[in-house]
């Protein structure tokens, strides 16, 4: 048993900072150090955002987006451009799309990928609720923007059965040479993907 070094209350911050990803109990006490002596500047400021951020936020109903109103932010804005829909995996990769700020359309997250082996069908991510959103019109392009993983193709492929066949256009993203990347340090799989999807210069 490893003893402690500081009262319950330090223990307990420490204990559930290594909770976060990409922190180990090391990291973790390094981080309560530096909470502790930037108390008023990061602490207390801290330990508020979190309490508030705790009792607001909610998901999304229309899109399963997280946020501190439902309808979303993403979903309320009249400036982005409602006829696209762009469906991805998880809220992270919502929040990294809109980083590179490269659409301005609205989202759908799953919240998951179809999985068969771990007992994850269509009825456990939010399917339902993106056929029900192209179902009730004005969707001219969904994009399907799920991981290039088997899952996440898989998932894609159910997306396109179960919402295809209309008048909405649907697409997903592009497999093949990341941006800076040196093609003789690409896998095989990464290569073949991109002769496949070369584009007309
Ligand atoms: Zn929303």
Redesign the pocket.
Known sequence: MTRSVAGPEIERLIQLLAKLPGLGPRSARRAALHLINKKDELLVPLAKAMDLAGERIVI?S????V?TSD??L??TDPRRDGTTIVVVEEVADLWALERATAINA??HVLGGVLSPLDGIGPDDIGIAGLVRRVAEGGISEVIIAVNATVEGQTTAHYITDQIGGGDVRISRLAHGVPVGGELDYLDEGTLAAAIRSRTPF
């Open positions: 999304c229309t899109c399963g987006n946020d309808p979303c993403i979903c609205r989202y």
